[in-house]
C-alpha cells in the first residue's frame, strides 16, 4: 500500500500553492479536481485549508470548488 501524500511536505507544498494566488478580501473561486486533490493532498486536507479560512467548499461529480468568501451564499439551480 502506498502511503498518502495528506501527510506529506508535497501535499502541503501543492495546498500552499493553490491558495498562493487567493487574495483574502476579494471575492473568488477557484475549481480543482477531485482526483488531483486525493493525489496532491488529500480530502481532508483541503477541508481543513478551507475551514481554517472560513470559506465555502462544494464538491461535485469531478471537481471540488473553493468559494474564497466568508458571506453565506445560495445555490439558485
Not at 478580501?25 to 493525489?39: I, P, Q, S, Y
Amino acid at each position: 500500500m502506498q502511503p498518502t501524500l495528506a501527510h506529506t511536505t508535497t501535499g502541503q507544498t501543492w495546498l500552499d500553492q493553490v491558495f498562493k494566488t487567493l487574495t483574502t478580501g476579494e471575492t473568488c473561486a477557484v475549481k480543482r479536481r477531485v482526483a488531483d486533490v486525493d493525489r496532491e493532498c488529500g480530502r481532508a486536507a483541503l477541508e481543513l485549508a478551507v475551514r481554517k479560512r472560513g470559506w465555502h467548499l462544494i464538491e461535485t461529480d469531478r471537481d471540488f470548488i473553493i468559494l474564497c468568501d466568508t458571506s453565506p451564499f445560495r445555490v439558485i439551480c
